[in-house]
């Protein structure tokens, strides 16, 4: 495989924690989880992890969610009535973000993740279903979630494995958070891609200021991840942000 170390890089930094709340169980004034076997707002699990891998790595690297440390891009790329939230792509591991959220807004998140894209000019044998999602192939070996200072314990039950994996596509912008050129890249398109990991849809959040906080780690094929992240996410009415406006169009949601 040419270009061995960015690829190395597009399988190893694809990773995002977020907490995690029981479907069947509440806690005061929280909504819950939608089950994994359910297709909230019209997507299966892994339709909108395929999506979010697109939002994630089709915004460019300038004002990317993912490697935002303050949270100041977090509306970047948002449309419809479904919000991406995200932790970070391993450097640095520990952020702490502040966000505003439309009321209303449903949001969907990884809890911890992997990703693979190959390359158009990849050769045939590592363009495979068996091959992509072979590079996702991880373990998660710890969880830590909170959410207003309340731990929640089942996020494991939220996992996607690879087989799971929609085979997908994800354009990649000129700016973008791995650095490639169509020289290297061709066309700037990662195809097939897949991902595994534990993803979570939550039903919208009611007005105020929640705190998120959450540690987790994995091991996959090329190395161990370990991620901190602090989120105060502050739900506020549609009026209050142009993007909130944006948001209620419900364009810009797709799978190949």
């Not at 700016?175 to 939550?202: K, M, Q």
């Not at 094929?221 to 009026?239: R, S």
Request: hydrophobic share 40%; net charge negative.
């Amino acid at each position: 495989m040419k270009n061995v170390n960015v690829k190395t890089w597009l399988v190893l930094v694809g990773f995002s924690v977020v907490w995690a709340l029981h479907p069947a169980s509440t806690i005061a004034g929280t909504p819950g989880i939608a089950p994994i076997q359910s297709t909230p707002h019209g997507h299966s699990y892994s339709e909108w992890a395929a999506i979010w891998w697109q939002w994630a790595l089709g915004q460019a690297a300038s004002v990317n969610p993912v490697t935002d440390t303050t949270g100041q891009f977090c509306s970047t790329g948002q449309t419809g009535t479904v919000w991406f939230l995200a932790g970070t792509f391993g450097t640095p591991s520990t952020v702490s973000r502040t966000c505003k959220v439309p009321t209303g807004q449903a949001l969907f998140f990884p809890v911890i993740d992997a990703f693979y894209g190959a390359f158009l000019n990849d050769p045939p044998a590592t363009r495979t279903p068996e091959f992509v999602r072979s590079q996702v192939d991880c373990a998660v070996k710890s969880v830590q979630v909170q959410i207003d200072g309340v731990f929640v314990n089942n996020a494991r039950d939220y996992f996607l494995g690879p087989q799971q994996s929609l085979l997908f596509d994800v354009q990649l912008p000129t700016d973008n958070v791995f650095g490639l050129t169509p020289d290297i890249a061709p066309e700037l398109l990662l195809s097939p891609s897949a991902d595994s990991g534990i993803y979570l849809f939550l039903h919208p959040l009611p007005p105020g200021t929640h705190s998120l906080h959450w540690k987790a780690s994995q091991t996959c094929p090329f190395g161990d991840f370990t991620q901190d992240v602090t989120y105060e996410l502050i739900v506020q009415p549609h009026a209050a942000s142009n993007a909130a406006k944006t948001a209620l169009t419900g364009h810009g949601r797709h799978i190949p």
